[in-house]
């Protein structure tokens, strides 16, 4: 008999040790291993992040404004040039005989107005002659003024110091009048175009301070200021277009090189903002944004407002607070109340 109470005895704490471990298994099993992030108050959300385009400030299309067989050029590509420098020149034979025919044609009329200019003194030349005789003189020197025009066109020169941005003309080409042959852009004075959305328009202003960094260069950041502010949307994009001009723009700083522009926002007296990774941000079943933060080791549910894009990551404006740990590896396994191991 006391054997058979000694084997219920020892059979009750079997499953009472077996019961325990089953139990421990469980809650092992429901804890999730999590990484999380602690959520710091970010300078970043006080600021605005656009793409753009670099664009020469002045920038002008070289032409010659007469015709004829290009002789010799004196520019390439890249080329940095100072005002005044010989861009090209044509072959002035033609343009010369003609200047020399005008030329002749005034001594002409000069020698004839000379000689009836004393008849018309002494009262011998009719009013109507004398008349021909000025008419004539004037059109003869407006005559050599063209041809020597002409002749001086033949020479083509920069009309401010910049860089050759575009060439277009090679020796023995034949040119027309104001067909450009050349672009010719600023060296120094350079400036970068974005587009701002609708929504943010009203938080740009001319003066604005900017930060520019291109890729191109190793991310070498220039500064800028907002001069111009377009006052019409893109009827495709509802995008305004705005214009920083570099401050510091060195000779590597080149149009048509891609920028990411950094402006402040003209109203930093907001509340404290945060930046997340927007990959972590879920919507419940009311559409509402969440993410799952940590308390006190289980995961628990946090309804936020999210705010702007930046490159890294978005803005949250409310629904979280300084020091919350927030879960960005593993969220996918968890729901409300889920203990969690780090």
Not at 38 to 56: L, N, P, R
Not at 133 to 144: F, G
């Amino acid at each position: 008999m006391k054997k058979i109470y000694l084997t219920a005895s020892l059979f009750s704490v079997i499953v009472l040790a077996s019961g325990q471990n089953n139990e421990k298994q469980v809650i092992e099993k429901e804890s999730v291993k999590v990484k999380v992030m602690q959520v710091t108050a970010s300078q970043d959300a006080y600021y605005k992040h656009f793409s753009g385009t670099v664009e020469e400030e002045n920038g002008t299309a070289l032409s010659f404004s007469v015709m004829g067989t290009v002789k010799t050029t004196h520019i390439s590509l890249g080329q940095h040039v100072t005002k005044g420098a010989l861009i090209a020149t044509l072959d002035p034979v033609s343009m010369q005989s003609s200047y020399n025919a005008a030329k002749a044609a005034l001594e002409q009329a000069e020698d004839a107005y000379r000689r009836m200019k004393e008849l018309h003194d002494k009262g011998s030349l009719p009013e109507i002659q004398w008349v021909e005789v000025q008419s004539k003189l004037q059109q003869a020197r407006s005559m050599e003024e063209i041809a020597g025009k002409n002749l001086k066109d033949c020479k083509l020169y920069a009309p401010f110091s910049g860089v050759i941005a575009e060439k277009s003309i090679e020796i023995g080409q034949n040119v027309t009048p104001n067909i450009p042959i050349a672009k010719l852009v600023t060296a120094n004075l350079l400036k970068v175009k974005i587009a701002v959305p609708e929504t943010e328009i009203a938080e740009i202003s001319l003066a604005q301070k900017a930060k520019i960094a291109v890729s191109a260069l190793g991310n070498r950041s220039f500064s800028g200021v907002v001069t111009e502010k377009g006052i019409v949307a893109n009827p495709l994009s509802r995008s305004y277009e705005v214009k920083i001009r570099v401050e510091n723009a060195g000779v590597e700083l080149m149009p048509g090189m891609v920028t990411e522009v950094t402006l402040e926002k003209k109203d930093t007296s907001v509340p404290e903002q945060y930046i997340i990774p927007a990959s972590i941000v879920q919507l419940d079943e009311n559409n509402r944004s969440f993410v799952w933060i940590e308390k006190e080791g289980k995961a628990s549910k946090c309804v936020i407002d999210c705010g702007d894009f930046t490159p890294n990551g978005v803005t949250v404006v409310s629904g979280l607070k300084n020091g919350d740990q927030i879960i960005v590896e593993g969220q996918q396994k968890i729901c409300e109340g889920t203990a969690l191991v780090f």
